[in-house]
């Protein structure tokens, strides 16, 4: 990874919405290469084992229930400065606060259903994108 790769969800609330272009055509114009990309669907057991980080906060039930609850894409982006540049373009968790113009502010919801996901660090960012996708998979 070595800082230049990030990896992302389009979350069940903008699939369901019809959002997959509209934030893919951000995602790209942004500048982030796909560099592996999947519709799937994550089972309640899978989005329990992928958020486990969060297990002890008092959403992890509802945020497991909601992940699970229809079909996401999952993607890795390849970008100089990815992560935070990532970050950037989504805004803040709550899309009450996101900056204009961001993926959040323009698709979420709430807190909780906030249209996409965005990892916080390499490290992160390596492990889950391994979660959904082999060498194999990936250019
Ligand atoms: P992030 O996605 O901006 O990194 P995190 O704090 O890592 O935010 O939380 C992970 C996900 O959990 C959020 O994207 C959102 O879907 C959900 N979430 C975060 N805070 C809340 C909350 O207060 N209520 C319900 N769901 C939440
Ligand atoms: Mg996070």
């Known amino acids: 990874m ?5 990896f992302t969800m389009i979350k ?3 699939v369901a919405a019809g959002n997959i272009g509209n934030i893919l055509a951000m995602i ?20 329990g084992k992928f958020y486990a980080v969060h297990s002890s906060r008092p959403f992890y039930g509802e945020l497991c229930d909601y992940m699970s609850s229809g079909p996401i894409v999952a ?14 373009l989504i805004g803040a968790t709550d899309p009450v606060n996101a900056a204009e113009g961001t993926i959040r502010k323009l698709y979420a919801n ?7 996901h965005g990892s ?5 960012a390596q492990m889950e994108g391994s979660f959904f996708f082999s060498q ?3 250019f």
């Open 12 to 14: 069940p609330d903008a």
């Open 136 to 138: 194999f998979e990936r």
């Open 75 to 88: 993607a890795i982006l390849e970008k100089e400065n990815a992560i935070e540049d990532f970050r950037n």
């Open 120 to 124: 916080d660090s390499d490290e992160n």
């Open 28 to 47: 790209n114009k942004a500048g982030f290469k796909i560099i592996a990309m999947k519709l799937t669907k994550l089972s309640s057991e899978n989005a």
């Open 110 to 116: 709430s807190i909780a259903e906030n249209a996409v």
């Open 2 to 6: 070595a800082g230049n790769r990030t």
